[in-house]
């Protein structure tokens, strides 16, 4: 999958732009990454160490706290694409969400890295 449209949000890897209403979005390399991990998975919460994983290559407190301000600014750059916003669920991940869908997100439904086993069901 190298393109993928959510609403009015496009994301082209081959290029590594994101737009918004066709409109080129200024992000980083890193942050265009996360987004992209994000959108892959669109409506599902997908656990921090798997984003850390996929972006540095490791889950440490350094790398923690770097994710943090990578998705503050990166919520920052899409606040336009309707109706997308990058979610925080608690002690898991972060998930891109359709907030106009009115789609709730239980702690359970976990995306999960290829080659991973999945989270689903964990604390049902």
């Not at 993928?4 to 066709?22: C, K, T």
């Not at 608690?90 to 976990?110: D, Q």
Request: charged share 30%.
């Amino acid at each position: 999958m190298d393109r993928i449209v959510l609403g009015n949000l496009e994301l082209d890897r081959d290029r590594f732009e994101a737009r918004i209403d066709g409109r080129l979005v200024g992000v980083t390399y890193t942050q265009f990454q996360l987004l992209y991990q994000l959108a892959a998975q669109a409506d599902r919460v997908v656990e921090r160490d798997d984003l850390l994983q996929a972006i540095w290559g490791s889950a440490s407190a350094e790398e923690a706290r770097k994710l943090r301000i990578h998705i503050s600014r990166l919520r920052k750059r899409i606040a336009e694409s309707r109706p997308w916003r990058i979610k925080t669920v608690t002690k898991r991940g972060y998930a891109l969400v359709n907030v106009e869908a009115g789609i709730r997100l239980p702690p359970f439904v976990l995306a999960h890295a290829p080659g991973r086993p999945s989270a689903q069901g964990e604390g049902a």
